[in-house]
């Protein structure tokens, strides 16, 4: 695939957020309870199968997700298996010891402690509000 095809290639907006939403743990019932009353479980399938989402819903879902609009507007899946891939190639010919001699730059650890206080966090925020819901 050339670079062109992958800047005509459409991204799948509503894949993109069943993405993140899954890498975050957090239920289609979760999402749309903090959508708003009008939001339901099979709503949020719904515009999970979209191509397109409305650029104001997008922005919705972005922020209770915590994730930029345009990562899920540019997430290409396809196409970081392709540059993970190519770097993974790169690296064997260079090193001839595949992943072994792998060094990452940033400490593997920190990211994911940053990750667990993320999500711990987003738990404690989803029980708040469940506990508002639960006194009204």
């Known amino acids: 695939m050339t670079y062109t095809d992958m800047q005509n290639k459409k991204i799948h907006q509503g ?9 975050l ?5 979760a999402l749309a309870l903090e ?7 099979k709503k949020i399938s719904l515009l999970e ?3 397109t989402v409305e650029t104001d819903i997008l922005a919705q879902v972005a922020k209770i997700l915590k994730v930029p609009t345009e990562a899920i ?3 290409d899946e396809e196409q970081a298996v ?3 891939s190519n770097t993974v190639n790169n690296n064997d010919n260079a090193t001839g010891n ?4 792998y060094q990452p730059t940033f400490n593997p650890i920190d990211k994911m402690v940053e990750l667990y206080e993320r999500m711990l ?3 404690k925020e989803m029980i708040e509000k469940l506990e508002r819901l639960i006194e009204k």
């Open 82 to 84: 392709n540059i993970i």
């Open 49 to 51: 199968q979209k191509e």
């Open 98 to 101: 595949s992943l072994y001699s």
């Open 35 to 41: 959508l708003g009353d009008d939001w339901n479980q």
């Open 121 to 123: 966090e987003q738990q």
């Open 25 to 29: 743990g957090i239920k289609q019932e």
């Open 15 to 23: 894949r993109n957020i069943k993405r993140f939403r899954e890498m």
């Open 73 to 75: 507007e540019n997430f």
